[in-house]
């Protein structure tokens, strides 16, 4: 029998307990973000009734009709690729954006940010796989926008986020997740704190959360296969 969405987030946060006492960490420092990308409100609705806190959206205009139309029942996550001309929407409708990549979309950002009279914290999305369809500042790069952000007024860094190679097997993507981790403890030997580590998805999350996650993006796991 086909289990709902309550009954699939219980399991996933069993899964992700496992996952973090398997080596040795507290399940309560890993935040959930269920992704809603093509997923409908009303089912969006339910999983928040369910116990999600965290929504994550790929695209500007669908979070947009969303929010209008639930309103600010969790905090939402733009977790997609963000155009420079997106970004005012994106300073208005979320609460974190985790798809920083650049140097002219932090300076678009923080333009936007002052205009709204709002403090927008960020997440810098790093490449860490050679797929030509994966985004993210390459790994070389990190710490230059990380201190244009730090310079920033309106913004405030929280941390990397990286999107895995798309595999079979989960240990494919452990090298990719532990990349990030070493970025991280390159960043903290500077003396630049990094809250969170964002990666991990439906198919390679409990890999994830032993290399480090502390907020994995969780859709189909969540709401069953995505309807494009």
Sequence with gaps: MEMGIRENL?????????????????PREILLVAVTKTVAPERILEAVEAGVEDLGENRVQEARSKIEKLGRIARWHLIGTLQ???????????????????????EELEKRAAREGKVVPVLVEVKTSPEETKHGVEPQGVDAL??????????????????????????????????????KERLEARGVPVEHLSMGMSGDFEVAIQE???????????FGPRNY
């Design 10 to 26: 219980q399991w996933v946060r069993e899964r992700m307990a496992r996952a973090a006492q398997s080596v040795g960490r507290d």
């Design 146 to 183: 990380v201190d244009r952000i730090l310079e920033a007024g309106h913004l405030v860094f929280k941390g990397l986020m990286t999107i895995a190679p798309y595999v079979e097997d989960p240990e494919l993507a452990r090298p990719s997740f532990r990349m990030l981790r070493e970025i």
């Design 212 to 222: 480090g996650s502390t907020m994995v993006r969780i859709g189909s796991a969540i």
């Design 84 to 106: 420079r001309n997106k970004a005012k929407y994106a300073v208005r409708l979320f609460d974190m954006i985790q798809s920083v990549d650049s140097v002219p979309l932090v």
